[in-house]
């Protein structure tokens, strides 16, 4: 199945965790013309059911917690979790701040950290398509 | 500058009566608490003012929210995180919770009436919030907006921290509002201290909040396009404003400008080459015009604009909305015009305004305020020809207490900050546009259809983070 045109299509649930919208503005970007992640066969979808991404940012809130865990466990196997931005990946300038966590992507066992505070545009392309060749090897 | 924000003492039973007195001629900013201290704030006429209140022990705030509804979330906050004890509030639920009990939404009963849960994990790429739906048929009886899910208690957290170190933690606050409130806190440091900054300075300060607008503002048009399932001017508002994100990592080292406004001045290297931004700008300002333009002349669009979410005036007024969503309802409250700070002194500008308060009245607005700051940037970066801005200055911090209001892209941005002689945060509250406007957003949705909740409430396109902390 992974051998296929669609191989690495994603389907993309963003998890947003105490993040500064910083991260967000970045990922939105990604649907400009001039990266257009569509023609990858990227997508945010509209339920974590249909995912096979992850995206979580920020260093987590007391808040989103259970919310962020229950989204994890509805997406079917194999999916990776993909931490985006600093906060997320646990050096951030909001870890463990107040009562902020360590690190969304900490906390949720993600396989691929991109840096950046917040990461381009281009950083995050590079983390998708890091994600998509995890997942053809988890698929096959 | 020096310090224009100035208060007064009011004993707890005579503040009812001050406030009354206040609102009608002074924009209301907000009420928060430093332990046992409750300050409630305006901007008057001549700068903004506190009403300084101490509750002695065992005495309770009586709550403002009754009568003037915008305090609803200011006392909700200080009695979550300072324990103050508010009396007969409207919404008594606490306004932060943990996963483990989150409060039960409100929700509207009767016959007929059924309800729709959204979020906080949402189908897009926004911030969390849970929007409990009350919907008779198609339309919507009721929204209760619950938004927390991103605090973090931020406020208890800087106290005790340098004023000066914690100036790239206050830039990342929020994403969408870094430059207005880095200024903000830049200015609120230097009023103290007394700094005068030198002229090329605050024209580069009012360059990169200008920058900020026109990149937020491209996106909150775009978001509209997208609320509207026009897909097409979604991606093309993303396109031109990629083009001012790649313009702004170019003069500033960072695509969204964060930590370019710095205490004593901006970051040193910034603009260096302010031909070239104008020579950029100018093509881009084009490009945007006809944009504009082709989007709000397509009628399939406007079908679904006008008339959608309306905040009459009466009601913007009752809830001191600021903003493009205060104007687009006739609310004159653009702080770069009622209390200009900084560069905008020398401007002679008159705020852009609107009547109609719907979707349509938000995104034209947005469209003329976006050609302002192009105006603006142009004389900005004139000015800024042929002048070596100065590395950003020391800055001696001096004990006191402050108040600073800056125009962000959503609207007014204010710090309320209390210095201690040794340069530490005694107390630092992030008062945002955002905060301010959100009970705008689920009121603008009351007789609408639930398919237009997004299309609502990407006109305001509020942001999440800097209203939780």
Redesign the interface.
Known sequence: MSQGKFAHSLGI?????????????????L??????VSQEGWG?????RHADVITVT??M????????QL?VEAVSEPFVVVAVGDCASGDG??CE????GPGAGRELEASIFVRG??P??DALREGLRAAATLLDGRKS | MANNYRERPVALGELRGAVDELISNALPLGCYASQRTVRTIFLSQTGPLGLRTVLGEGEKWESLARRYPFFSYHEREMQALQGIDVQSSPDERPLYFSSDAIPEAIVAEGKGISGVVVGPVHAGIIEPGRFTISTGGESVVHIDAQLSYSHRALEPWFEGQEALALAPRVARICGNCSVARSWGYARAIEELAGVDLDDGTEFARLVLAEMERVHVHLFDIGSIAAGAGYDRGTTAALGLRERICQLNHLVSGHRLLFDSVVPGGVKAGILADPEIIRTTLRELRDDVARFCDALLAKRSLLRRLEGAGVVERSLAQRFAAVGPSGRASGIACDIRAIAPYGAYRGFAFSEELAGGGDVYARAELRVREIARSFDFLERGLRELEGRRLPTPRQVEVAAGVITTVVEGARGAESISLALSATGRIERLHVISAAYRNWPLVTRAMEGNIVPDFPLVNKSFNLCYSCVDR
């Open positions: 649930r963003h998890l947003v965790c105490g993040s500064c919208n910083g991260c967000e503005l970045e990922m939105n970007a649907a400009a013309p001039q990266y257009d945010i979808v509209a339920s974590p920020g260093p809130s007391d808040a989103m917690r259970h919310a962020a989204t300038v909001w701040a107040g009562s902020a505070c917040p381009s545009p």
